[in-house]
């Protein structure tokens, strides 16, 4: 294993950071919209700023996906 179970936690605590205090700068206006329609707040009119509780379910929807997807072929 490359990262221990802590590291793991560390890198994710940072990440949750980042995208809750700096946000994404997101390039696509249909992808803007959705994340404001989900209740994303908007930086500056520049970034999107994703809560932690928004970061997950979007994590979990993805890892569902991936399943559905592995499961078809």
Known sequence: MLIDPPGKE???AEV???LEEVGLKVE????RRALLAAGC???AGVRILI???RADEIAARQKAAQAE???IQ
């Open 69 to 71: 997807d592995a499961s």
């Open 16 to 18: 949750h950071r980042i």
């Open 51 to 53: 809560p932690k509780r």
């Open 41 to 43: 707040p908007e930086k």
């Open 28 to 31: 696509t206006e249909e992808m």
């Open 10 to 12: 560390r890198i994710l």
